[in-house]
């Protein structure tokens, strides 16, 4: 069984209220010409970091429970008991 997955342009027509200093250093910050562009990009950016920050919480949880086998109650391994 196959699923095709199609994608459907989800472009909404949006009023929103947002600090236009925040837009204008990320402009620049981005490198882009629009407004439009420079959301776009930021969203982009911050869907771009889940990945990452599901494995940052994974490696701590390992840790975790690492330092709780050798006994430190919750350290991280590498710190030294107090």
Same mark, same amino acid.
């Given at each position: ?56 919480? #994974?490696?701590? !949880? #390992?840790? #975790?429970?690492? !330092? ?15």
């Amino acid at each position: 069984m196959f699923t095709v997955a199609s994608f459907v342009n989800m472009t909404k027509h949006k009023h929103l209220k947002l600090d236009q200093s925040k837009i204008d250093r990320a402009k620049k910050l981005l490198g882009v010409k629009t407004e439009q562009e420079t959301i776009e990009r930021a969203l982009d950016l911050v869907l771009g970091e889940e990945p990452t920050r599901r494995s940052l919480i #994974r490696l701590a !949880a #390992r840790f #975790r429970s690492s !330092a709780k086998a050798v006994g430190r109650s919750g350290a991280l391994p590498w710190s030294t008991p107090s």
